[in-house]
């Protein structure tokens, strides 16, 4: 049950939880183990600090999705999750964090669970719904990335999670995140090799927030166009700064040619941009 550390043959943990700047108490969070993968959950933003799933290319199991069945989990109380009540009446999706299709491998009944696991709450973080349903941007980034594994019978570890930045605009009894990270973790010989990403969806959200804070206004309808999407490729130090995370191994496994990181994030129009 849940990530393992040693899914990649070295001991690889998943990010830990750093304090939010300005705030010298320890993120006050909580583990949750499912099938294949883990979910740090930050109790007072009731959204993940971090995810970590192992993905084997090689076992992957293909299930046709029955529909949805998003559930509060039952070990921790409604309250520290972002429920239904967050994505009622609006352009926002339940954006799975670890991707539905990830943790399905191996045995048939183990992969049928791992999949119904990727349906608890805590797996879930609000995105706009072009941007979680885009192919070039994040669908096109997690589908890249289940390709990769899938063509080269890889073993993957994939850290996800929305950055949670203390100015991210107040919705509905949450904050909003504007931004989400991956990072990707694989072996290259015998060797640790780690991609980081970015992507945005600060214009979406604000046009959700104005929609809902205006009276009179229905809080679903038309999006701004796709270009309010930004998707980057970045330098794993970088993301771990921003997004508060200790990943020391994976800082040091970037594949980002130096060169590329001095002169900033990579802005990606599609997945055939990836560097892996």
Known sequence: MGYETDFLGGELPMPVPLPMPLDAAEPDTVLLDYVHFSVRLDQLRRLARVTGVNLDGAQLVERERSGDRWRLDPRIPADWQAGPGVYADNPLDRGHLVR???????????????????????????????????????????????????????????????????????????????????????????????????????????????????PGRSASGALPELGGFRTFQAPIAEIAELARLAMPQLVAADRMPRAVAASGWRELSGPEELML
């Open 100 to 214: 539905r299709r990830d943790p399905v491998w191996g045995d048939p009944a183990v992969a049928a669970r791992a999949e119904s696991d990727t349906f608890h709450y805590p797996n879930a973080a609000p995105q706009a719904a072009g941007f979680n349903q885009s192919k070039q941007l994040w669908l096109g980034l997690e589908d890249h990335v289940l390709a990769f594994g899938e063509t080269e019978g890889l073993r993957l570890s994939v850290f996800t999670a929305p950055v949670l930045a203390a100015d991210d605009p107040p919705y509905r009894g949450i904050r909003l995140p504007r931004r989400f990270f991956k990072v990707v973790a694989w072996l290259r010989g015998e060797r640790l090799a780690a991609a980081g990403f970015v992507l945005d969806q600060s214009a979406l959200i604000a046009s959700i927030v104005e929609r809902e804070a205006t």
